[in-house]
């Protein structure tokens, strides 16, 4: 500690030593909460079409188109160990071929700052709902479900799910081909 | 130009050093504990870690450059003998000649 060089490492060492003991003690505060909260979902327009799915096997698949509205208030998620959220919307259900399918229709980033009241209307899904196959059509229950991601800045990333899901069914009959 | 810095005297005596070991472990951990508190009350972490880099920013300004109260209390050295030192080179090297002579 005789030098100006020697003092300083000894500081700088010390000061990211109390750095990492902070961050964990940020962690620990957060670690063991509950980060669920009820979601409300509510299908508007379910339609069904038949048609090429050029990224599987050259076979008629069925695809489907749901419009939905989402609304959940994700305040009490953020507290100061999260950093964003990434939620995703997915469609579960079973047909003869595959006992469990899961379908990500659509998701969206919300970063801290950003509005945490979600009062969506009318989302069209942001990705194709294809099936393996024909398993769609007069499909009495698929479940969607509302998910997220909380990305924290210190800790493990958990992924929850919220608590509230909409069944619906698909129609019978394909729709004819129409300007979508 | 290197050499004009390295000729500015920075030592301290060590009852300097360990009471400039002591502030600033004392700054650096108050600050700590202090930023810790009020990021949990306002919940925002980036608030920690100002105060933290706050605590770090005093505590080099006490210790890095030597002030007078670290040296307070300097070593006292003997004073320097007087000729005696001549006649004590000399005799190493007459040892050196034999060896090689060998």
């Not at chain 1, 060492?13 to 009820?38: E, H, W, Y």
């Not at chain 1, 509510?42 to 069904?48: F, R």
């Not at chain 1, 507290?79 to 919307?89: A, G, I, Q, S």
Request: charged share 20%; hydrophobic share 40%.
């Amino acid at each position: 500690m005789n030098t100006v060089l020697s003092r300083a490492n000894s500081l700088f060492a010390f000061s990211l030593s109390v750095m990492a003991a902070l961050t964990f003690g940020c962690f620990i505060t957060t670690a063991f909460k509950d980060r669920s909260v009820p979601v409300d979902i509510h299908v508007s327009k379910v339609m069904i079409k038949n048609v090429d799915d050029f990224t599987g096997p050259r076979e008629r698949s069925d695809l489907g188109f749901v419009t939905f509205d989402i609304s959940a208030d994700l305040q009490p998620i953020f507290d100061w160990n999260v950093k964003e959220l990434f939620l995703y919307m997915s469609a579960e259900y079973s047909t003869k071929s595959n006992a469990l399918n899961q379908v990500v229709l659509w998701d969206k980033i919300i970063l801290r700052g950003d509005k945490t009241k979600l009062n969506l209307r009318d989302i069209k899904s942001k990705y194709f709902f294809f099936d393996d196959g024909n398993g769609l059509r007069a499909n009495k229950n698929i479940t969607l479900t509302l998910s997220w991601n909380v990305v924290p800045n210190a800790g493990i990333l958990p992924l929850v799910v919220g608590s509230g899901h909409k069944s619906l069914a698909f129609p019978e009959t394909y729709e004819t081909a129409k300007s979508y | 130009m290197l050499s004009m810095f390295k000729s500015i005297p920075t030592h301290m005596d060590y009852k300097g050093q360990k009471l400039a070991e002591q502030i600033f472990q004392g700054v650096i951990l108050v600050s700590a504990v202090i930023g810790f508190i009020y990021g949990l009350l306002i919940q925002q972490f980036g608030w920690t870690v100002y105060i933290m880099l706050a605590g770090f920013a005093l505590s080099c300004l006490l210790t890095l450059p030597p002030w007078p109260v670290y040296r307070r209390n300097p070593l006292s050295w003997q004073p320097p003998l007087p000729e005696t030192s001549g006649e004590n080179r000399e005799k190493p090297q007459e040892n050196l000649k034999k060896k090689k002579h060998k």
